[in-house]
């Protein structure tokens, strides 16, 4: 069935740096493509939408300028959390949409997430 | 704004008991609700979905009802087992595939 991977599934990096995940649909193109965070003991929140072709849309108090979103093409999305500080450390987690299967409706297929520690 | 909740924080039963998670939700204009589990560290798993027009899904020993109209959902489980423990998070799918999740309840099964 369809699937969407995520990587890397875990990744340190120091302070000051900048770390890219990516999140691709395996066999299904995705116009859109959703990024979510998970503090530790907290549940998912939504910080942008990503949109192939044209800018992601960020959620309130989510600086775009520090959680880059990139949609370069309809299998791909990436976010990179320039110059983390510790408190970005956070589960990293993306979704898409399969909006191929016109009968069913939407089925929205999760990535496998990213654990990020900024040290 | 839609806003999740659910109800408990934690549960802890013994092995083989009957359980009830909650989740409640503010807006009924919804596309459809979503159970998930995820596992300490893991990402999340789909359990089930019900459409906006579904008044409930079951799928083994899981059987989730929604009642739109009061904004509530719940996920039944049968006869618990130690490998259910996990967290259960509930989402709501409003326009444009966007969810809203719950905070989740932690489950554990006690052997």
């Known amino acids: 069935g369809a699937v969407v991977s995520q990587h890397p599934s875990w990744v340190i990096c120091k302070s000051g740096t900048s770390v890219k995940i990516e999140c691709r649909s395996l066999?299904?193109?995705?116009?859109?493509m959703f990024w979510y965070r998970q503090f530790p003991k907290q549940s998912l929140m939504l910080m942008a939408t990503?949109?192939?072709?044209?800018?992601?849309?960020?959620e309130q108090g989510v600086e775009k300028d520090k959680f880059l979103i990139n949609h370069a093409s309809l299998t791909l999305s990436t976010l990179t959390v320039t110059s983390a500080h510790p408190e970005d450390s956070s589960f990293y987690i993306c979704?898409?949409?399969?909006?191929?299967?016109?009968?069913?409706?939407?089925?929205?297929?999760f990535g496998e997430g990213s654990w990020l520690t900024v040290v | 704004k839609q806003e999740v909740t659910q109800i408990p924080a934690a549960l802890s039963v013994p092995e083989g008991e009957n359980l009830v998670l909650n989740c409640s939700f503010t807006d009924s204009a919804i596309y459809n609700l979503q159970w998930f589990r995820q596992d300490p560290g893991k990402g999340l798993t789909s359990l089930l979905l019900i459409q906006s027009s579904q008044r409930e899904q079951t799928s083994g020993r899981l059987n989730a009802s929604l009642d739109k109209s009061s904004g509530r959902s719940t996920l039944y489980i049968a006869a618990s087992q130690p490998g259910d423990s996990a967290t259960y998070l509930c989402?709501?799918?409003?326009?444009?595939?966007?969810?809203?999740f719950g905070e989740g309840t932690q489950l554990t099964v006690n052997p």
């Open positions: 979704s898409a949409p399969d909006r191929t299967a016109a009968l069913s409706g939407n089925t929205i297929y």
């Open positions: 990503s949109n192939e072709g044209s800018k992601a849309t960020y």
């Open positions: 066999d299904f193109q995705a116009t859109t």
């Open positions: 989402a709501i799918e409003t326009s444009g595939s966007r969810l809203t």
